[in-house]
């Protein structure tokens, strides 16, 4: 299937030209109102908290509600007092305006904070508008005063804005930087462009079919961080493949077609199953019954399947059109020629000398001659590094996850620091009655050793009211959340209740999680050990891949604690030190990087897998499989790492999280697990390696995935042929 797509996107290279073209421009369209259509959405349904969201919301009568924050002034001075209460008087009387409160003075007297309310409508962009303009003009009006505009509502907004950016920066950022590293593994600009337009195609077709996702199912930012992290790596990678088999098709063969053919049949199909695995590990995300998690699985699994067709389909079109100027290099050329006398003197026996006196080759077969002693150190070196998940907290960044350049959270800090209100509250009370009487209720909770101070209830909608319980210490730490439990089990009488905030929402949000967990990992398991045994025919390497890929994401998830939990290198790395990890992060980087570890994974097996086929024993089988892919591997690996890096470098808190984890994941991969502790493994295994029960053997020899040409031993290593 892959060698027909492949040649029919060649032969009518124009054609899938203009479709891609059209997919560019169309997706190009979709990033502003991706964005603009992402808002709180309700993630928890099913929950008390997703419960308490929902009667919020049923019962809401206003608008937008922001905060101006007006500071650097005399707050208690008659002149200050006249001038806000005009320009609240000016703001109360425009359409559209629902109400304005009276300012709130800071306790330090140099600032005052305004309420502005609109009312319920569908069209809020103009009295937003007016009445921020207005408030803008105190700055004028007070001499030496600042204006900042925050809320709830503002704060979801300038944090997509913020999210935005970085994802700008990072695309703009690592596009040039693989596209040097392409330029140095394939000699050529053109060959090297080739991958970087692929992904570029694929990253536009995603953020269409996710504007498509966005009205059927709930989608936040980080739906569009999975598009481009993925869109990148994946559709880098898997051009890279294709246009270095195909140059190494090209070696010795004028035929161009024929060349194409060979390498859509061979790295074409390793493509597909390669996405299938990555599409696989993602599958798992869907068995959370959490919006969030859903919308990113199918995010995830899109982009996965557009990457894929991306390589197969743009790429062949666009070797089409480049002709004659992706070839291969003079070194290529030179190999081959003297390949080809070593053919008509010695034979096999010299072409096996060459593959073994290979950098890769010769590093297997270090590692095989004290294969237990490695793995056994390799072991001991990832466990080391997954130490500090002995210690690791679990919680949901708010505000520790965004950085203060964000106008909406410097003034949620004001707030808390200089006005004393609760912007961030771990611990809530809502219930269907009036002030007074939910008042009378939290009276009691005043003495909890847990509780810092009860707030006074406030309405928030008709016949529904809050009242905010202020903690001791961390607002989702182990006496937040057992605040929480008490506060659910002795609910008052007469009216119906919810117990929410913070804390109350990471209760609710690990029950969903834990609930979803055994299905999620039957899933993903199950789908590897599928996937790997129709490409091996073997049951022992799904196994021993699985068990390789848990040791090695410890190993990550302990240096994400390291860095974001204990502030580890916050300061060279300009990290965000947030006091824990976010349940969606663990979940995000775990899948993500289990997919790309069997990503390489296959593309190592393929290798190894034809000289097995071909009667060599499993240790030259390994030794020869890494010499003829570990160049290319260890070129993909260096594109994925520009391209997390970049990611790392954001501002956003799990932006960073979730490059610098896929960072650390494939460095780990590509070099200590796939490197040094997979051909030990292999060692140590032996023959077992390839066992399985002979009823799934035979079903394997006819029904098996296969690459269809046989080995040839004259044919270059990838990476060596892309010189």
């Given at each position: 299937m892959t060698t027909r797509l492949g040649h029919f996107s060649y032969r009518h290279r124009w054609w899938i030209l203009i479709i891609w073209l059209m997919i560019v421009g169309a997706g190009s369209t979709a990033i502003g109102p991706l964005f603009a259509g992402m808002g709180d959405v309700n993630q928890l349904k099913g929950t008390e908290v997703g419960a308490a969201a929902d009667a919020i919301e049923a019962g809401l009568d206003r608008g937008v509600q922001y905060t101006v924050l007006v500071d650097d002034i005399d707050a208690r001075a008659d002149t200050a007092q006249s001038t806000l209460q005009r320009a609240i008087t000016d703001t109360a009387a425009m359409p559209g305006v629902k109400e304005v409160s009276d300012p709130d003075i800071a306790t330090d007297g140099r600032a005052a904070a305004i309420t502005v309310t609109l009312e319920k409508s569908d069209h809020q962009y103009q009295p937003f508008t007016d009445s921020k303009t207005r408030m803008q003009r105190l700055t004028e009006e007070l001499s030496g005063s600042t204006v900042r505009f925050g809320g709830g509502e503002l704060l979801g907004d300038q944090s997509n804005e913020a999210i935005q950016d970085d994802l700008n920066r990072a695309e703009w950022l690592s596009l040039p930087l693989t596209l040097i590293v392409l330029v140095l593994v394939f000699g050529g600009i053109i060959a090297a462009g080739l991958p970087i337009l692929a992904a570029v195609g694929a990253i536009m077709a995603s953020t269409g079919i996710l504007l498509?996702?966005?009205?059927?199912?709930?989608?936040?930012?980080?739906?569009?961080?999975?598009?481009?992290?993925?869109?990148l790596g994946l559709s880098i990678d898997y051009a890279l493949l294709l246009v270095a088999r195909?140059?190494?098709?090209?070696?010795?063969?004028?035929?161009?077609?024929?060349?194409?053919?060979?390498?859509?049949?061979?790295?074409?199909?390793?493509?597909?199953?390669?996405?299938?695995?990555?599409?696989?590990?993602?599958?798992?995300?869907?068995?959370?019954?959490?919006?969030?998690?859903?919308?990113?699985?199918a995010a995830g699994i899109a982009t996965t399947v557009v990457a894929m067709l991306a390589?197969?389909?743009?790429?062949?079109?666009?070797?089409?059109?480049?002709?004659?100027?992706?070839?291969?290099?003079?070194?290529?050329?030179?190999?081959?020629?003297?390949?080809?006398?070593?053919?008509?003197?010695?034979?096999?026996?010299?072409?096996a000398r060459e593959l073994e006196s290979g950098f890769f080759a010769r590093l297997a077969r270090a590692t095989q001659r004290r294969s237990l002693l490695l793995v056994l150190g390799c072991i001991a070196v990832l466990l080391a590094m997954a130490s500090p998940l002995l210690h690791v907290t679990i919680k949901d960044p708010q505000l520790e996850g965004l950085p203060r350049t964000i106008e909406a959270v410097q003034v949620a800090d004001e707030l808390s620091t200089r006005f004393g209100q609760t912007t961030q509250p771990a611990v809530r009370v809502l219930a269907r009655t009036d002030p007074a009487t939910l008042d009378a209720y939290v009276a009691k909770w005043r003495s909890d050793p847990?509780?810092?101070?009860?707030?006074?209830?406030?309405?928030?909608?008709?016949?529904?009211?809050?009242?905010?319980?202020?903690?001791?210490?961390?607002?989702?730490?182990?006496?937040?959340?057992?605040?929480?439990?008490?506060?659910?089990?002795?609910?008052?009488?007469?009216?119906?209740?919810?117990?929410?905030?913070?804390?109350?929402?990471?209760?609710?949000?690990?029950?969903?999680?834990?609930?979803?967990?055994?299905?999620?990992?039957?899933?993903?398991?199950?789908?590897?050990?599928?996937?790997?045994?129709?490409?091996?025919?073997?049951?022992?390497?799904?196994?021993?891949?699985?068990?390789?890929?848990?040791?090695?994401?410890?190993?990550?998830?302990?240096?994400?604690?390291?860095?974001?939990?204990?502030?580890?290198?916050?300061?060279?790395?300009?990290?965000?030190?947030?006091?824990?990890?976010?349940?969606?992060?663990?979940?995000?980087?775990?899948?993500?990087?289990?997919?790309?570890?069997?990503?390489?994974?296959?593309?190592?097996?393929?290798?190894?897998?034809?000289?097995?086929?071909?009667?060599e024993d499993s240790n030259t089988a390994v030794r020869h499989g890494l010499q003829k892919s570990g160049w290319i591997i260890t070129s993909a690996a260096l594109l994925m790492l520009i391209v997390f890096a970049v990611f790392a470098a954001a501002k956003v808190g799990q932006i960073e999280q979730i490059g610098l984890g896929l960072f650390v994941a494939v460095l780990l991969d590509a070099s200590i697990v796939r490197c040094l502790m997979l051909p030990a493994m292999m060692t140590l295994l032996g023959r077992a390696a390839w066992w399985a029960p002979g009823p799934l053997k035979r079903f394997h020899r006819r029904h098996g995935l296969r690459e269809v040409s046989p080995v040839d031993e004259f044919r270059e290593p990838e990476a060596e042929m892309a010189r």
């Open positions: 498509g996702f966005s009205g059927l199912i709930d989608l936040d930012a980080n739906a569009v961080t999975v598009v481009a992290i993925l869109g195909f140059r190494e098709e090209l070696v010795g063969n004028d035929d161009r077609e024929e060349a194409l053919r060979r390498a859509w049949s061979t790295a074409g199909r390793t493509i597909m199953f390669s996405g299938l695995t990555v599409a696989a590990a993602l599958t798992g995300l869907l068995a959370f019954n959490v919006g969030r998690l859903q919308g990113l699985a390589a197969l389909t743009l790429t062949a079109a666009l070797l089409g059109l480049a002709g004659k100027r992706v070839k291969p290099s003079k070194r290529q050329l030179a190999r081959y020629a003297a390949m080809q006398a070593a053919r008509e003197g010695a034979g096999k026996d010299t072409m847990a509780v810092q101070r009860v707030e006074e209830a406030n309405q928030i909608t008709a016949g529904l009211s809050s009242v905010v319980l202020a903690v001791r210490g961390d607002g989702q730490g182990k006496d937040a959340r057992a605040l929480v439990e008490r506060l659910r089990a002795d609910r008052p009488a007469g009216y119906e209740s919810w117990v929410i905030g913070d804390a109350a929402k990471l209760i609710d949000l690990n029950q969903r999680l834990v609930s979803g967990l055994p299905l999620a990992i039957a899933i993903t398991a199950v789908a590897m050990i599928m996937l790997l045994f129709l490409m091996t025919g073997s049951l022992v390497i799904p196994l021993k891949a699985i068990a390789l890929n848990l040791v090695s994401l410890g190993a990550t998830f302990g240096v994400l604690v390291a860095v974001f939990q204990d502030g580890w290198l916050a300061g060279p790395l300009d990290t965000l030190t947030v006091g824990g990890l976010s349940p969606f992060v663990i979940l995000i980087v775990f899948a993500f990087a289990f997919g790309f570890s069997m990503d390489y994974e296959v593309f190592i097996l393929g290798r190894i897998k034809e000289y097995v086929d071909s009667g």
